[in-house]
């Protein structure tokens, strides 16, 4: 069952400014994960994030975690035409559920040249 | 490192015919492996976890009898539609990790599926 919700579903920005993506989910995680699809293809992983973080970069991205609120971020700064892809979040359990993720909606970015 | 195909890419099958999808992790070994469905423009959904050795567990909802899963080696994964309809047209996508545990996936390309 699909346990994220992510906002805003669309997002069309023009080359060079910031996208946010936000994403909540219902049950407890391990950690949450950040992936990027282009039309038709499979899904690229971007970011890891576990319960027990806060924060984390990765080049251009970047990625918070509120499990108070059972809610998470992802920001890609300095946005190119070449990051128009789908981005959805997911989420990890742990114990006998390792490796299982649950997805969110998924937010559909449009970069502009 | 860490690749993930799947074949075929894409396949057209008539009504009522059986179609295999076939998931392989090409430079590591994988005991567990997911399954995934995607209709257009939505999310994924996790269909089946594939072990090696055993049977695959299914999510609620999904007919074991209908998505047969075949974990045949440390490899690979299979997933046979069996009596497919036009509702099962779908992109399915795999999923494995080198590493087992609460890692990322890496996840196949797909593949297209259209019943006619």
């Known amino acids: 069952s699909q346990q994220g919700e992510e906002d805003p579903q669309a997002l069309s920005i023009q080359e060079g400014e910031n996208a946010t993506m936000n994403c909540s989910y219902k049950?407890?995680?391990?950690?949450l994960q950040w992936y990027r699809q282009n039309s038709g293809r499979g899904l690229v992983h971007l970011i890891l994030?576990?319960?027990?973080?806060r924060e984390k970069h990765s080049g251009r991205l970047r990625v918070t975690l509120d499990t108070s609120k059972k809610s998470s971020s992802l920001l890609i700064t300095a946005s190119r035409a070449a990051d128009t892809a789908s981005y959805f979040c997911?989420?990890?359990?742990?114990?006998?559920?390792?490796?299982?993720?649950?997805f969110g909606q998924g937010t559909i970015l449009t970069v502009h040249p | 490192g860490a690749v993930v195909s799947q074949h075929p890419s894409w396949v057209i099958c008539k009504s009522g015919t059986s179609v295999k999808i076939e998931c392989r992790s090409l430079d590591f070994q994988a005991t567990t492996m997911f399954w995934y469905r995607q209709f257009p423009k939505q999310s994924l959904m996790l269909m089946a976890t594939s072990n090696e050795g055993s049977k695959a567990t299914y999510e609620q909802g999904v007919e074991k009898d209908k998505f047969l899963i075949n974990h045949a080696s440390l490899t690979l994964s299979t997933l046979t539609v069996t009596s497919a309809h036009p509702e099962d047209s779908s992109f399915y996508i795999c999923?494995?990790?080198?590493?087992?545990?609460?890692?990322?996936?890496?996840f196949g390309p797909g593949t297209r599926l259209t019943v006619t």
């Open positions: 997911a989420t990890g359990a742990g114990g006998t559920s390792y490796g299982k993720l649950t």
């Open positions: 994030i576990r319960s027990n973080e």
């Open positions: 999923s494995a990790n080198p590493g087992g545990g609460p890692y990322e996936q890496y």
């Open positions: 049950t407890s995680i391990n950690n």
